[in-house]
């Protein structure tokens, strides 16, 4: 990432700021701060009373930028630079500089005729904010949707001509480099259906296919002569070949269960489990530090490169309003569905999304996810602050994307209680293209304080957010008893990939069908790798080694 | 213009809203915010305006004027006086249509 200069930096206080504080300190904040209200819609402003319309002491008007001044209360207009009332006022009453915009809740130096920024006036606001959030029956915290119309809908591919002479290029001879069916070896399809997609995911396809693990040298280097790594290099090898018939991946299998001894067995298995260990056992070979598990976020080996990406944590406390931000380091997140249908009022428009009961949008678990939650009283955070323990407020955000981002949804519900397990069969709709943007701790943040200035901590690429599907993971079937079949995209063709059997087939399949693990790319990557040769349609007669270019 | 401490003629309280009858504009205005309709059409507004693309508009607009007049020598006031007159110029006429429709339609329902 290039180091820029932080768009955010608190700026340098006026001189008449300077001047106010030094006399009054934070005083004149914490009185106003009873008058701050936050409107249904999530807005913070000043209310001073219910009943009557503020009005400006000067010419009675009620229209244009409304201040209230610091030092006695009284309202002001500015409706253009040649009627400034609230300059008037500071001209007329001496230190009576800093004043109040009642609409924002922000700070304005009339003589500077300028927003000017406090962090402690901030502060204040934001603890009133917190607590006056709208809440909704069972005490969730609602922030009103500003509806982002532009995140998350991919109008392009319904505006996909269809190709007329379609069908004649995809006969299976022709089918992009990297399709191979893989063979069922006992109620392996968890595992199968995991190895497509990343067989396909273009970093670690990339990175395999230029030679990057070289298999001579670790067997010579490594005395544990079972290495992962090198078996995953084999089966690329053997899916890129160019050879169409089914490939069993059982020397895989076998290291695979020398590694996981819990799972070694042919009982059925975890997808998203599956992908896990695989990662891990991955970065344990070919990071450096491969005991150091807490060094996820800067490692440098394959799996971290690709999928490692930073979550933010927020936790405030609810009678402060003091909040303290954590990171943690994930290669995947994993989402709960979203289950309510219930979004505070939309204003005019009916809404579109969730009519039916039984659909959940990815949009919508992301917008779950990164929801300010209410925490259970019995989950009281010790707050430094109070020097207590309080009920507190928490919302996650995403600090840093990946390249490879994995959304896991988490369909299987566990009761230990009732001892009791369940999968949640809901369909889930999702995008092929997203922007992961409304989830960047950026603009989570942001949305939260609004205009504040509170200084932010390095700024987050803003550039790519945007991501391209490439594989989706779907379970069909029961909890015990049930089977994965992945879809992959390549060059927006869609690709069954069930166990041995690749056949084309439609988006429409691929919508309809039940996403269990969803991989998405940076887009840009998504339509390097499509230009990239080993995914054009071969013709039966071409030469079957293409040298492939590409790396990392 | 010296700065005066002299404080303006303190208005007498019985001339202040006796010899003034409201305008209609300004009971509507009262009515709009007493309900709480006012802030409902102000989200609406700001939903549409970002929809259409008119937020992004003047984000650069101001950008430009920020770039030209140098990031140090602008102020709030600026902007806002500069911004305004494009700004109203440049709403699309679906917006001003749905939300004299709403405006309309609250008058109809709420008695004058």
Redesign the interface.
């Given at each position: 990432m290039s180091s820029r200069n932080p768009s955010y930096s608190t700026p340098k206080e006026c001189n008449h700021l300077t001047k106010y504080k030094l006399k009054h300190g934070l005083d004149g904040y914490y009185l106003i701060q009873e008058f701050v209200k936050t409107?249904?819609?999530g807005r913070t402003m000043i209310d001073k009373s219910k009943l009557e319309?503020p009005r400006c002491s000067?010419c009675s008007g009620?229209q244009g930028?409304l201040y209230l001044c610091l030092i006695c209360s009284s309202v002001t207009c500015?409706l253009?630079?040649g009627s400034?009332h609230t300059l008037l006022h500071s001209?007329?009453?001496?230190g009576h500089e800093i004043a109040v915009d009642l609409e924002r809740a922000e700070l304005?130096c009339s003589v500077?005729?300028?927003?000017v920024y406090d962090p402690d006036f901030d502060k204040v606001v934001m603890c009133k904010h917190m607590m006056e959030l709208p809440r909704s029956e069972n005490g969730d915290l609602r922030l009103?949707k500003?509806?982002r119309?532009n995140f998350g809908i991919d109008l392009d591919l319904r505006n996909v001509k269809r190709l007329v002479s379609s069908r004649d290029q995809w006969s299976e001879s022709c089918f992009p480099l990297g399709l191979r069916g893989l063979n069922n070896l006992g109620n392996t399809c968890f595992m199968n259906s995991v190895l497509q997609a990343l067989l396909h995911a273009p970093p670690l396809r990339n990175y395999y296919l230029s030679g990057r693990h070289n298999r001579e040298m670790c067997r010579k280097r490594s005395n544990d002569r079972l290495c992962l790594p090198c078996d995953i290099d084999v089966i690329f090898s053997a899916v890129f070949s160019g050879d169409r018939t089914p490939y069993s991946p059982a020397q895989f299998l076998y290291s695979w269960w020398q590694h996981s001894e819990n799972l070694a067995n042919y009982e059925q298995q975890d997808a998203h489990e599956f992908f896990i260990s695989m990662l891990d056992r991955i970065h344990e070979k070919e990071g450096k530090a491969s005991h150091a598990i807490r060094d996820y976020g800067d490692c440098q080996c394959i799996i971290h490169r690709a999928f490692s990406g930073l979550v933010r944590s927020d936790v405030t406390c609810a009678s402060c309003g003091f909040t303290s931000s954590t990171y943690d380091p994930c290669v995947d997140i994993s989402l709960d569905l979203d289950t309510h249908t219930s979004y505070p009022i939309n204003?005019?428009k009916p809404s579109k999304l969730n009519e039916s009961a039984g659909t959940s949008t990815l949009v919508g678990c992301l917008d779950l996810f990164t929801r300010l939650e209410k925490l259970g009283s019995d989950q009281k955070l010790y707050c430094e602050n109070c020097q207590e323990k309080q009920d507190a407020l928490k919302q996650l955000s995403i600090k840093k994307l990946p390249l490879v981002l994995c959304l896991h949804i988490k369909r299987f519900e566990h009761f230990p209680i009732k001892r009791l397990s369940r999968k949640i069969d809901r369909h889930l709709q999702f995008p092929f293209s997203l922007d992961m943007k409304p989830y960047l701790s950026s603009s989570v943040v942001r949305k939260k304080f609004g205009n504040r200035m509170f200084a932010f901590e390095g700024d987050e690429s803003d550039s790519n957010t945007e991501f391209e599907v490439f594989a989706v993971v779907t379970h069909s079937g029961m909890l015990e008893s049930g089977h994965y079949v992945t879809y992959l995209r390549l060059r927006n063709q869609w690709f069954k990939c069930d166990d041995a059997w690749i056949t084309k087939v439609d988006e429409e399949v691929v919508r309809a069908s039940q996403c269990y693990l969803l991989y998405y790319v940076q887009k840009v990557l998504y339509h390097k790798s499509s230009e990239d040769v080993s995914c054009l349609p071969m013709s039966p007669h071409a030469d079957r080694f293409v040298p492939i270019a590409g790396c990392c | 213009?010296r700065?005066?401490?002299?404080?303006?003629p303190t208005p007498d309280a019985e001339e202040e809203e006796q010899d003034r009858e409201p305008t209609l504009q300004?009971i509507i205005?009262?009515k709009l915010?007493e309900s709480g309709e006012k802030?409902?059409l102000k989200?609406?507004l700001?939903?549409r305006l970002?929809?259409c693309g008119w937020k992004d508009e003047m984000k650069t607009l101001c950008r430009a004027f920020a770039r030209k007049r140098g990031r140090n020598n602008v102020?709030?006031?600026?902007l806002?006086?500069v911004i305004t007159p494009k700004g109203r110029a440049s709403i699309p006429d679906s917006v001003k249509a749905?939300l004299l429709q709403?405006i309309r339609s609250f008058l109809a329902s709420t008695a004058l």
């Open positions: 409107n249904p819609f319309l000067f009620y930028r500015c253009s630079p400034d001209q007329s009453f001496d304005y500077c005729c300028d927003q009103c500003r509806k119309l204003v005019g | 213009m700065s005066s401490v002299k404080r303006p300004e205005n009262i915010v802030e409902r989200e609406l700001r939903e970002v929809e102020t709030v006031d600026d806002v006086h749905e709403r």
